[in-house]
């Protein structure tokens, strides 16, 4: 299972920033860093797996695949600006990651325009 090794990596990592940080926190940093991008990589293939099932699901009901495809790049920009700000705050950027977050909810709030427009619309549509 890919969590064994997801874990197995975090703690070993761990343990080797926790010996490194106190004379090298610099490289403690990179190794938190590089840690997190492996995870990321070996997760990558199971979150492929679940949007093309999703999709598969989406075909099946038939919702149109423009909205389907926003809320799953709303989803991956949630997931990713919240990687950056953690990976930044790691740093001692506190400022920095909180931007970032404001950043992902203004583009997240941009890209659900459209569905809410669509929403409101039916919404409308359905009131005698």
Do not use: C, H
Not at 40 to 50: A, P, T, W
Not at 77 to 86: D, K, N, S
Not at 96 to 122: G, N, R
């Amino acid at each position: 299972m890919v969590i064994w090794q997801i874990v197995g990596l975090a703690l070993l990592a761990s343990i080797f920033i926790i010996l490194i940080r106190q004379q090298r926190p610099e490289l403690a940093f990179l190794l938190s860093l590089v840690t997190g991008l492996i995870i990321l990589n070996l997760i990558l293939d199971q979150i492929g797996i679940v949007v093309n099932l999703l999709q598969q699901i989406a075909e099946k009901a038939r919702i149109d695949l423009i909205y389907f495809n926003t809320i799953i790049k709303i989803i991956g920009i949630a997931y990713i600006g919240e990687f950056g700000a953690e990976i930044t705050r790691d740093s001692g950027e506190t400022a920095l990651a909180s931007k970032i977050e404001l950043a992902a909810k203004i583009i997240i709030m941009i890209l659900a325009i459209p569905i809410m427009i669509s929403l409101i619309e039916t919404i409308i549509e359905l009131i005698p």
